[in-house]
């Protein structure tokens, strides 16, 4: 199985921009369905960002697209999401999923898709 730890969480001000890294242990995320989800107090979780195992295919929420941008470095097992423009309501914990696929190419955005999580690292922007 794998193990997967989030950091560069912080605080920031509106427009501004963060790097959250999701680091695995245990096996490669090529192995899986790789996926960024967060969750506000009084919200349910929401998916922000899916890459497939080949890193071909990416899908972003429409919340967040043409803002974030989900990326894989394969030589440092780590998955990456890109925050730029960040506004208020993008304020939450945001935890790094992976999920097991027999297909490269697909991409998930359910949080029942995911069988690992990390434990999360908190984002929040002031306006």
């Known amino acids: 199985q794998v193990q997967l730890v989030e950091s560069g969480g912080g605080l920031v001000q509106a427009g501004g921009s963060l790097r959250l890294s999701c680091a695995a242990s245990?096996?490669?995320?090529?192995?899986?369905?790789m996926a960024w989800f967060r969750h506000a107090p009084g919200r349910e979780r929401e998916f922000v960002a899916s890459i497939s195992r080949s890193g071909e295919n990416t899908y972003h929420a429409d919340s967040v697209k043409g803002r974030f941008t989900i990326s894989r470095d394969i030589a440092k097992n780590t998955v990456y999401l890109q925050m730029n423009e960040l506004q208020p309501e993008d304020t939450a914990v945001y935890y790094c999923g992976a999920g097991d696929a027999y297909g490269i190419h697909v991409v998930w955005s359910h949080p029942t898709r995911m069988d690992y999580w990390g434990k999360g690292t908190l984002v929040t922007v002031s306006s």
């Open positions: 245990g096996r490669t995320t090529s192995d899986y369905v």
